[in-house]
């Protein structure tokens, strides 16, 4: 199983940004698949996921609105475009996947993670 997350970067507050996890070893719309983030010091806290199998859906409170997950089942894919980015998404964002239903499961513990991708905002 590989996960491997890319997109991230330095952006201005209230810009935009798109990170995709390329995912392969596994059977991709059977699982699950999160985006989670760490702050600096900070600890790891889940953003959204998705089921690409039927393409359901959940996000935290913290960036309803603002972000979108999606998929690409051809690719084997996950994105996640983050909209109005703030100083307080700084982060390290990670993308993992589990053999779960999202919008049951949630971003409850994930089994397989990528190494992460650094999403720096300015103010």
């Known amino acids: 199983v590989q996960l491997v997350e890319s997109g991230g970067g330095l952006v201005q507050a209230g810009g935009s940004l798109r990170l995709a996890c390329k995912t392969s070893?596994?059977?991709?719309?059977?699982?699950?698949i999160g985006w989670f983030r760490q702050p600096t010091g900070k600890e790891r806290e889940g953003v959204s996921c998705i089921s690409p199998g039927d393409g359901g859906t959940y996000y935290v409170d913290s960036v309803k609105g603002r972000f979108t997950i999606s998929a690409d089942n051809a690719k084997n894919t996950v994105y996640l475009q983050m909209d109005s980015l703030q100083p307080d998404d700084t982060a390290v964002y990670y993308c993992?996947?589990?053999?779960?239903?999202?919008?049951?499961?949630?971003?409850?513990?994930?089994?397989?993670w990528g190494q992460g991708t650094q999403v720096t905002v300015s103010s």
């Open positions: 993992a996947a589990d053999y779960s239903y999202c919008p049951d499961y949630k971003l409850g513990p994930y089994d397989y």
């Open positions: 070893g596994f059977i991709f719309d059977a699982y699950a």
